[in-house]
């Protein structure tokens, strides 16, 4: 037994270096992801006491330090967020967080213009969107478990994105129809709140969600605060309780695969039976699962994760509502290898998503079909644009945008410049 012992030690200590070059090599591939153009310098506002990061500080989140922080789930006022996508990006700077997904409910509108801060502070935006869902096992309609299923998409966005858009408004439609439900609901309870109040919250063109007829239910003085208001009311099996247009969780996740993106399972800590939702979601496609929180607590997510081989994630959730109890933006610090494993996940994918969009501009290179290129805004100097003679040009400035230095040298883009080739003499048209 003693020599067994003896022998077991030498193994241990030999599995330390491995570990350590291995952390080094992820470190590497994800600050060259994360930072594919030097970081920008501070302004001197920014150093002046505008709450900007100091500059040794920044210099740490732009790569100098031992870790490269990733924010993967946040919201703006474009949902139930508190903070616009602007001031969230700014926020995020603060903070050091380098990469960020803007993970709004069953939108993507304020991915632009969190692209656009974004390039001032020298940050990656990973366009996102938590989707809303009914699990149910025998997918009856209007039945089943809410389920929220976060997509990550590349820097090009989803491919095929009119269908998305097209899943994503009609859930914004039945939010407008569930949150009149709840309305009636607290009526009949003796808890009236007025249609204009939550839509006043909710701000314009938002579809209104729980939290917005919560803080209604707040600034009413029916309860104390938001959570009270879930637990008396709107919680899942609240009396206010009611649902909208979500479509099944099976169908949101081969959705976001037909798309081009990498689906994640959100906070299944607030579910009835994850187990049962991870198996069937994993049998569909799902890539991830949110197991990391910013309390630290795993609580048995992490073994899910591995019982169904979904990659473990985890982000903040941050809304902005400046309680106590809420989690900043950044706040959950994801480890390097779990970040590489990511990102090697999710990079050929989004690069077969970047291939299917400009293949699609190919067969067409009109003024229009540029708009939908660059939808979320990924291309800096947008203007150039108008001036190029030629769908090609066109590809060739998206490509430098969307594809870090080393995505140009290793993805294969035969197909995609085979196809162009045919169509490199047509002027953009400004056909519709």
């Not at 700077?93 to 020298?122: C, Q, Y």
């Amino acid at each position: 037994m003693g020599g067994s012992k003896k022998k077991a030690k030498p193994s241990r200590g030999k599995k330390k270096p491995r570990t350590s070059a291995d952390q080094a090599l992820a470190l590497d591939y994800v600050r060259a992801w994360a930072h594919p153009a030097p970081c920008p310098e501070p302004s001197a506002a920014d150093a002046a006491g505008d709450g900007f990061l100091p500059p040794q500080a920044s210099r740490m989140a732009c790569g100098g330090g031992g870790n490269v922080l990733f924010e993967l789930h946040s919201h703006s006022i474009h949902s139930d967020g508190f903070l616009s996508p602007s001031a969230l990006v700014e926020r995020a700077h603060r903070n050091g967080v380098k990469v960020l997904a803007l993970t709004d409910h069953d939108t993507m509108a304020g991915i632009p213009e969190a692209m656009s801060a974004a390039r001032k502070f020298g940050i990656r935006i990973i366009p996102g969107v938590e989707i809303s869902a009914l699990h149910s096992p025998r997918q009856t309609a209007g039945a089943g478990e809410p389920v929220h299923i976060l997509a990550y998409y590349g820097m090009c966005g989803p491919s095929r994105f009119d269908e998305l858009d097209s899943m994503l408004l009609n859930i914004r439609d039945g939010r407008y129809l569930r949150a009149k439900n709840m309305l009636a609901k607290l009526s009949t309870l003796k808890v009236p709140i007025k249609w204009e109040h939550v839509t006043k919250i909710a701000g314009e063109g938002v579809a209104p969600g729980r939290l917005h007829v919560a803080r209604a239910l707040v600034e009413a003085g029916y309860v104390e605060n938001v959570r009270q208001a879930f637990n008396k009311y709107l919680g899942d099996d609240g009396p206010a309780y009611a649902t909208g247009n979500e479509p099944f969780t099976e169908t949101v996740v081969q959705l976001i695969t037909r798309t081009g993106g990498i689906s994640a399972l959100a906070h299944p800590w607030s579910l009835k039976n994850p187990d049962a939702i991870a198996r069937a979601l994993k049998g569909a496609g799902l890539n991830a699962m949110e197991v990391y929180r910013s309390d630290g607590k795993v609580d048995g997510y992490g073994e899910l994760a591995e019982k169904y081989g979904l990659l473990k994630l985890g982000g903040s959730d941050f809304h902005g509502k400046g309680t106590k109890d809420e989690s900043d933006v950044g706040a959950v610090k994801l480890a390097v290898t779990t970040l590489c494993c990511f990102l090697k996940m999710a990079r050929p994918i989004w690069c077969s998503a970047m291939k299917d969009i400009l293949l699609k501009f190919a067969e067409e290179p009109s003024a229009a079909n540029v708009g939908k290129i660059v939808k979320f805004g990924q291309v800096a100097n947008f203007d150039d644009l108008a001036s190029m003679d030629s769908g090609i040009d066109v590809v060739n400035l998206c490509l430098s945008s969307w594809l870090s230095h080393d995505d140009l040298e290793d993805v294969d883009l035969e197909e995609v410049r085979l196809k162009l080739a045919c169509y490199a003499g047509k002027e953009i048209t400004s056909t519709t």
